[in-house]
């Protein structure tokens, strides 16, 4: 199985910062990453596909980028609405992994 | 509006028994294989079991749940299930069932889940 590594696990900014998630693949996936939101108590949200293709919906401000190993989800603008947990995903091959999670919070 | 709509959690004793279903509305169910994914309290995601469509037939299982549980669909009705046996306090979970959406250019094809329940709980305890 592809094993999917997040960082850092959990982060907390400013409104209006500009926040950096990076996950990293065991193995090259080419651009077979997906990123998704959770905010408490429901359920993730497909944000980013294809390592940078926004979903429709989804704001702007979210952005993927990367390719092989090394990816990174960025917020250009941090809104208090943004405060979930965010998980990657690879879907290079079967099982679908996911990272373990980063969790963003509001200072 | 795409929905789905997870139902069968409950608690269970180990070793015991569950079957969970999942019912779609507002897409084309038979055109999507579907897969159900589960989050452990306070815990991350764990993909765990996929079906494809009825006529690729095909299915993945985690090895975590390999062998226990056994995913199904039945397309007349609309619906997903997950059958869940030898159960151990490690399955407790909130279990979602979740849509594979995709993105194809050329000959490349990018899977993803665009659609998730809202969950069902499903609590391994004597």
């Known amino acids: 199985d592809i094993q999917m590594t997040q960082s850092p696990s959990s982060l907390s900014a400013s409104v209006g910062d500009r926040v950096t998630i990076t996950c990293r693949a065991s193995?090259?996936?080419?651009?077979?990453l997906n990123w998704y939101q959770q905010e408490a108590g429901k359920a993730p949200k497909l944000l980013i596909y294809?390592?940078?293709s926004l979903q429709s919906g989804v704001p702007s401000r979210f952005s993927g980028s990367g390719s092989g190993t090394h990816f990174t989800l960025t917020i250009s603008s941090l809104q208090p609405e943004d405060i979930a947990t965010y998980f990657c995903?690879?879907?290079?091959?079967?099982?679908?992994?996911f990272g373990q999670g980063t969790k963003v919070e509001i200072k | 509006e795409v929905q789905l709509v997870e139902s069968g959690g409950g608690l269970v004793q180990p070793g015991g028994s569950l079957r969970l279903s999942c019912v779609a509305s507002?897409?084309?169910?038979?055109?999507?294989?579907m897969k159900w994914v589960r989050q452990a309290p306070g815990k991350g995601l764990e993909w765990i079991s996929y079906?494809?469509?009825?006529?690729?037939?095909?299915?993945f299982d985690a090895d975590s749940v390999k062998g226990r549980f056994t995913i199904s669909r039945d397309d007349a009705k609309n619906s997903l299930y997950l059958q869940m046996n030898s159960l151990g306090v490690e399955d407790t979970a909130v279990y979602y069932c979740?849509?594979?959406?995709?993105?194809?250019?050329?000959?490349?094809?990018?899977?993803?889940?665009?659609?998730w329940g809202q969950g069902t709980l499903v609590t391994v305890s004597s």
């Open positions: 979740a849509r594979e959406g995709g993105y194809c250019s050329g000959t490349t094809c990018y899977y993803y889940s665009d659609y």
């Open positions: 507002g897409f084309t169910f038979r055109s999507y294989s």
């Open positions: 079906i494809s469509t009825s006529g690729l037939g095909n299915k």
């Open positions: 193995q090259s996936i080419a651009s077979y």
């Open positions: 294809a390592a940078s």
């Open positions: 995903q690879q879907s290079y091959s079967l099982p679908r992994t």
